[in-house]
T-cell receptor
Framework: DSGVTQTPKHLITATGQRVTLRCSPR?????VYWYQQSLDQGLQFLIQ???????AKGNILERFSAQQFPDLHSELNLSSLELGDSALYFC??????????FGPGTRLTVL | AQSVTQLDSQVPVFEEAPVELRCNYS??????LFWYVQYPNQGLQLLLK??????LVKGINGFEAEFNKSQTSFHLRKPSVHISDTAEYFC????????????FGKGTKLSVKP
């Protein structure tokens, strides 16, 4: 158990819908990273927050957004969902950035 | 920009045999290097990391890796594998001085047979 929690574990939804994925980092970790794992693209970095501020952006679509709240939990919002958005979404947290602890992931299925 | 190439998508090996999983990277700046393991239906777990110092790095579960700057490689090795090592292994890099976001290879599926 890494100490990072993600909810829900599984999410099934339809094209065009909007979903929110939630991540609670390890106690004391200020950084939260979001990654997408798909068969086509592999593991890709989406976005990073540090203590409530966006710090780095990767291959994140404009339909996707994230935020980190004062209690340090983070949410990833995915809208206008397409079939190709089906993937595993991982959250990771760290103190100093170079050792990241990953959550168990949320499996999103878009039908 | 950085990229990571894991040369083998699948590696089958018999129990108690040695194994090497290969990783090469490309970067115009210095990087930190990592190996992560993903067991079925689980998240990623850090096996080992190279930040600086000795180029031979020891990790958990008996794994080790060697950083070779001239060959831009960071191969993962274990002298004797167990059935429980069956998993997918990911090599990753992040540029020094960056925010730490990881660039991953495509992964190598290690299958240990009895």
């Amino acid at each position: 158990d890494s100490g990072v929690t993600q909810t829900p574990k599984h999410l099934i939804t339809a094209t065009g819908q909007r979903v929110t994925l939630r991540c609670s980092p390890r106690s004391g970790d200020l950084s939260v990273y979001w990654y997408q794992q798909s068969l086509d693209q592999g593991l890709q970095f989406l976005i990073q927050y540090y203590n409530g501020e966006e710090r780095a952006k990767g291959n994140i679509l404009e339909r996707f957004s994230a935020q980190q709240f004062p209690d340090l939990h983070s949410e990833l919002n995915l809208s206008s969902l397409e079939l190709g958005d089906s993937a595993l979404y991982f959250c990771a947290s760290s103190v100093v950035g170079y050792e990241q602890f990953f959550g168990p992931g949320t499996r999103l299925t878009v039908l | 920009a950085q990229s990571v190439t894991q040369l083998d998508s699948q590696v089958p090996v018999f129990e108690e045999a040695p194994v090497e999983l290969r990783c090469n990277y490309s970067s115009s700046v210095s990087v930190y290097l990592f190996w992560y393991v993903q067991y079925p239906n689980q998240g990623l777990q850090l096996l080992l990391k190279y930040l600086s110092g000795s180029t031979l790095v020891k990790g958990i579960n008996g794994f080790e890796a060697e950083f070779n700057k001239s060959q831009t490689s960071f191969h993962l090795r274990k002298p004797s594998v167990h059935i429980s090592d069956t998993a997918e292994y990911f090599c990753a890099v992040t540029p020094r001085g960056s925010q730490g976001n990881l660039i991953f290879g495509k992964g190598t599926k290690l299958s240990v047979k009895p």
